[in-house]
């Protein structure tokens, strides 16, 4: 498979502060590659750095075979970059605002409509209202509509789902499954743990460092302990014990449940084995390294 | 072509849509100039003024003599006949001329009245009559002295003649001031905070991963103001012209000439205000305290610039108004033509050059 990104020893530091520490990894052409990680991991900056707008300050890294320092004006016309903060013109209506980009882009909405009807028809209600009236579901849509219409050989999506309620959240990866058949390659990032799975492949990244990239089963697959979840009455005096008690590997709230590990083969009398959700994985991850 | 007009047809859409821009580009301009009527009268010191001595006597010596003394007035020139009066004036060389008829002496100690013609320029009618009014304290006090000698009391008549302004309208002076200051409000100001609201805002971001360059959009940004601009002057002009009456005496495509050329330089100015700058706020407050206020104050706007202290003088040569205010009045108000002001224009020529320049070469292609 032919690479589309490809990620060389890239560092980035702010004044001294270090946001990315030497990451290198490549993403396929076509792939669907999930940048995991909470707030200040660095995810953001790796953005700027691949869709040229900021300087890496040391590595190398290109995409769709070009370099994002050398060769950034034709970068420029083949990526589409959705910002993680809405970023269109809130005082231009929908239609507006996509006929503004796509003459940015040179093109029209016709000439790519087959690729963002999909997207296009769930707004298309709303085409004369203001961009900073719709809903937050819907601004990304739009957002997504205008990274997409000059047909980018290269998605970036910064946090596309942050802020967004559930239900258009799950739409919207919808979308992205989709758009994946056009062989498009998207690099998306997330702090949501629970969208990590529907990637092809995703990195875990923390403090400006990759903890692990695989694919979401590997990742899980490779949860090196027997994972519990556990409930009570009251989970907060339960955490409490658990984390005093010297057998006790880790233990943390996990929604309603206490997701518990093991130093040694505890028998367990009644408390339900699971399997780790990329979640797990990450907190483990984190705290090994 | 078509991705220009989108951008400018975009950058309309965001004036009109936004009612507190609106106000600002449109009915400030006419509210400042109506209110703008009651001009500040201040000291003035230093004139340069001319003594055209017809009667070359005694008591005619005694007068220039007395003024030449004073702080008020500072002696430029003895010309030979009114012609050259008349030039020095074009010229910006005086601004007052003292005009001893040949028979002052002996009208004054055979009739006891002696009358001198005073010729001010009042293209700043405040700066005419306050002027001529210390003129006729000079004289005065000359008159006192006369008297303790002699005890016959002397009488001497001046006859004022105010030149290019002849009714002392007030409006004559200040339509240039609020032409400059409008402009560099509209150009540089609100340019550049409409420049720096898209990187607020984001926009910027999604603008730089496109085939644009930035250069580009930031000009693009540039013309609509600049149209909006030329209307404000047109509309100061019709408005000073028809509701102030003042009228407008030199080749008017001259003054919409002298405009353009500022408002691009003022629109460079914005344009490097808003490449230097991250938030609006910072966008305004720079362009507000580094180029409005020196421009009402050191542009002569308010306060007549040869009354500053010679510092302040030297840096009000930076600020481009100064230029315009200076070579506007010359053609709205003394309808001089183009070879009278060539060398405000070629500064600001060279201004709006060295800015525009500057500019570009600030440009960042990145974040």
């Given at each position: 498979m032919a690479t589309s990104i490809s990620i060389n020893n890239i560092s980035k530091k702010y004044d001294d502060t270090p946001a990315l520490n030497s990451i290198s990894f490549d993403i396929n052409q076509g792939e669907l590659f999930g940048l995991i990680g909470p707030d200040g991991a660095g995810k953001t900056s790796l953005f700027r750095i691949l869709t040229t707008l900021l300087l890496a300050d040391g590595g190398q890294a290109s995409v769709a075979g070009l370099d994002v320092v050398k060769q950034y004006r034709e970068i420029r016309n083949i990526v589409g970059y959705m910002p993680g903060k809405f970023s269109l013109y809130q005082d231009l209506s929908v239609q507006e605002n996509l006929d503004f980009f796509a003459n940015v882009f040179h093109t029209?909405?016709?000439?790519n409509y087959d690729l963002i009807r999909d997207i296009y028809v769930q707004i298309e209600p709303f085409?004369?209202?203001?961009?900073?009236?719709?809903s937050g579901g819907m601004k990304q849509k739009l957002a997504l509509c205008c990274a997409l219409i000059h047909r980018p050989q290269v998605l970036f999506l910064d946090?596309?789902?942050?802020?967004?309620?559930p239900v258009s959240r799950k739409e919207f990866w919808e979308m992205l499954k989709r758009l994946k058949k056009e062989n498009i390659t998207i690099l998306v990032s997330t702090p949501?743990?629970?969208?990590?799975?529907?990637?092809?492949r995703i990195a875990l990244i923390q403090s400006g460092k990759i903890l692990s990239i695989a694919t979401p089963d590997e990742i899980t697959g490779k949860y090196p302990q027997k994972l519990f979840a556990v409930r009570s009455e009251n989970n907060y005096q339960l955490l409490k014990q658990l984390r005093n008690d010297?057998?006790?590997s880790s233990a943390y709230i996990f929604g309603e449940y206490l997701h518990v590990t093991f130093k040694n083969d505890v028998p367990v009398i009644e408390a339900e084995e699971i399997s780790p959700t990329v979640e797990d994985c990450f907190i483990q991850l984190m705290e090994m390294s | 072509m078509k991705r220009f007009s989108s951008f400018i047809k975009k950058e309309f859409l965001h004036i009109f849509r936004d009612i507190r821009t609106m106000m600002m580009l449109l009915a400030m301009p006419v509210i400042l100039l109506i209110l703008f009527g009651f001009a500040i009268r201040t000291e003035i010191m230093n004139t340069p003024f001319a003594v055209l001595d017809e009667s070359k006597s005694a008591s005619s010596r005694q007068i220039i003599e007395r003024m030449s003394g004073s702080r008020y007035f500072d002696l430029q020139k003895n010309p030979d006949n009114f012609n050259e009066i008349e030039k020095s004036f074009r010229k910006g060389e005086i601004k007052l001329a003292v005009i001893i008829p040949e028979d002052f002496s002996d009208d004054l100690y055979r009739t006891g009245t002696g009358n001198i013609q005073l010729s001010a320029d009042a293209s700043d009618p405040n700066e005419a009559s306050i002027v001529t009014s210390y003129v006729q304290q000079i004289l005065m006090r000359h008159q006192q002295s006369l008297m303790k000698e002699d005890k016959i009391p002397y009488t001497i008549r001046t006859e004022v003649k105010m030149l290019y302004n002849p009714q002392l309208v007030s409006a004559y002076n200040f339509v240039p001031g609020i032409m400059g200051l409008v402009l560099m409000l509209i150009c540089a100001m609100v340019t550049s905070i409409s420049i720096v609201r898209e990187k607020e805002q984001g926009t910027m971001e999604i603008l730089l991963v496109s085939p644009v360059k930035p250069v580009f959009i930031v000009l693009s940004k540039a013309i609509p103001y600049l149209l909006i601009a030329f209307l404000d002057v047109v509309l100061i002009l019709l408005i000073s012209n028809n509701i102030l009456h003042v009228p407008i005496a030199g080749n008017i495509f001259l003054i919409l000439f002298l405009s353009t050329l500022f408002i691009l330089s003022a629109l460079s100015l914005g344009m490097l205000i808003s490449s230097v700058t991250k938030t609006q706020q910072a966008a305004m407050l720079m362009s507000g305290a580094g180029l409005m206020l020196p421009t009402i104050l050191l542009s002569g706007l308010i306060f007549p610039v040869e009354n500053m202290p010679v510092l302040l003088q030297l840096i009000s040569n930076i600020i481009p108004a100064k230029w315009f205010i200076t070579a506007i009045k010359d053609v709205m108000i003394k309808g001089l033509g183009f070879f009278s002001i060539w060398q405000e224009l070629s500064i600001l020529l060279g201004m709006t050059f060295f800015l525009l320049v500057v500019s570009i070469k600030q440009f960042k292609n990145r974040l």
């Open positions: 029209s909405m016709e000439e085409k004369n209202r203001r961009a900073g009236k719709l946090e596309p789902t942050t802020g967004v309620d949501y743990m629970d969208e990590a799975t529907l990637c092809d010297p057998q006790v | -």
